[in-house]
C-alpha cells in the first residue's frame, strides 16, 4: 500500500516520516513554503529517538501526483476547515484502472472532533475515522516535532459508519511498524467524541496562552460539562477521560514542559484560521439542536476566530477577560 498524505502539518508529517521509517511508501501533500522546504530539503521530523532527515515524494495535489493507484489509502491530515476542499479534490483524481479515488480508495479522517467523516461520506464510498493522540508541534517550514515516547502516538481507527475490516487491521500493522499505537476498534467514533471534549481547551490555549492555571482549568471544565450535556441530550455515546488515559498508560508519554496545541499553533503560523467552529462549535451546534445552552462554547468558538481573522497573536488575552465574556454569555442564556 501506498499512503498519500493529504496535510502533512504536524500529525501529517509525523505519520508520513514514521512510515516511511518503517518502510513504507508514504507522499505527502503539502503547500507553499513547507512544501517548498519539504522538497528542498527533505523533512526534519524530530521524535522522541532524535532528528533525522527524509527525503518523501511532496506533491500540492492530484494533478502532481498523476494517476492514482488501486492499492493507495488517502490519509486525510488537514484541519476541518479544510477538509472540504480536500476532499473535492481528491476525490475526483482518477484511479489506474478505471473510476476516481472517492468511488474506489479508502480515506482515513485523522482530525481533531467529528465533522469531517460526515463530510467524506458524502463524498467517498469507503471512509475511516482516526482518533489521534499524538502531540507533535509544526511552526517552521519543513520541521516538525512529535516528542511523545516510548510511542510516537496512539491512533485508534475503524469504519466510520462502525466495525473493523481487514483494512483497518492491514493499516493498524503498519502503524504498529512505524512506532504507533493503533487499536482497531468497532466504535472509532465514540473515540472521537471522547477526544472532543479535551479539545474544547484549543480555543483557551489559543487566546490565552498554553500556560497551565487554575483558571484556564476551571473555564475548559465549564466548556467540558457543557460537552457532557449536549452529548447526553443528543443520546451520544462517548469514551471517558478514565478510560482514554488508561488506554494511553505506559505507551505514549509527553515529554515535560509547555506545549501549544493545534489551534495554537495555527494562530503562532498566521494561517488565518483555526478549528474552533468543528470544536466549540460542535458543542454549540448539538446544543441548538437540544435545546441545551452552550454559552462557553459559544464565546470559546467567537474569540478563537476572531484572533485567526484579525491575525493576533496567540495568548494576547488573559484568561479574567475571556472568563468575563463567558460569565456575560451566560448570564444571557
Not at 479534490?89 to 460526515?118: F, H, K, M, Y
Not at 475490516?165 to 466504535?187: K, Q, T
Not at 496567540?314 to 484568561?319: A, L, M, Q, V
Amino acid at each position: 500500500m501506498r499512503y498519500v498524505i493529504i496535510g502533512a502539518g504536524a500529525i501529517g508529517a509525523t505519520i508520513g516520516g514514521r512510515l516511511a521509517e518503517a518502510g513504507r511508501e508514504a507522499v505527502l501533500v503539502a503547500r507553499g513554503a513547507h512544501a517548498e522546504a519539504l522538497r528542498a530539503d527533505g523533512l526534519r521530523l524530530t521524535t522522541a529517538d532524535g532528528e533525522r532527515v527524509h527525503r518523501l515524494s511532496v506533491v500540492t495535489g492530484p494533478a502532481d501526483l498523476g494517476e492514482l493507484r488501486p492499492d493507495d489509502v488517502l490519509l486525510l491530515t488537514v484541519k476541518t476547515q479544510d477538509a472540504i476542499a480536500a476532499l473535492d479534490a481528491w476525490g475526483d483524481a482518477e484511479i489506474a484502472g478505471g473510476g476516481t479515488a472517492a468511488q474506489r480508495l479508502p480515506v482515513l479522517c485523522a482530525q481533531n472532533g467529528v465533522e469531517s467523516e460526515r463530510l467524506a461520506l458524502r463524498r467517498f464510498a469507503r471512509v475511516y475515522g482516526m482518533c489521534v493522540w499524538l502531540p507533535a508541534t509544526f511552526l517552521e517550514p519543513g520541521v516538525v516535532s512529535a516528542l511523545c515516547a516510548p510511542l510516537t502516538g496512539m491512533l485508534h481507527l475503524g469504519p466510520a459508519a462502525g466495525g473493523t475490516g481487514r483494512l483497518a487491521h492491514r493499516i493498524a500493522a503498519d502503524l504498529s511498524e512505524a512506532g504507533f499505537d493503533a487499536p482497531v476498534v468497532e466504535d472509532v467514533m465514540r473515540w472521537k467524541y471522547g477526544k472532543l471534549l479535551a479539545n474544547l481547551a484549543n480555543a483557551i490555549q489559543a487566546a490565552t496562552g498554553p500556560e497551565p492555571g487554575q483558571e484556564k482549568t476551571a473555564l475548559q471544565q465549564r466548556a467540558v460539562r457543557e460537552g457532557e450535556a449536549v452529548f447526553e441530550a443528543a443520546g451520544i455515546a462517548y469514551v471517558s477521560e478514565a478510560e482514554q488515559a488508561a488506554a494511553r498508560d505506559g505507551k505514549v508519554q509527553p515529554p515535560p514542559g509547555v506545549r501549544g496545541g493545534s489551534s495554537w499553533q495555527s494562530l503562532a503560523r498566521g494561517t488565518g484560521s483555526v478549528e474552533a467552529d468543528y470544536l466549540n462549535g460542535e458543542i454549540s451546534l448539538l446544543g441548538r439542536l437540544h435545546g441545551v445552552p452552550t454559552p462557553v462554547n459559544d464565546t470559546l468558538r467567537h474569540a478563537a476566530n476572531i484572533f485567526a481573522r484579525e491575525g493576533l497573536p496567540p495568548g494576547t488575552t488573559s484568561i479574567g477577560d475571556l472568563t468575563a465574556l463567558a460569565d456575560e454569555a451566560a448570564a444571557r442564556a
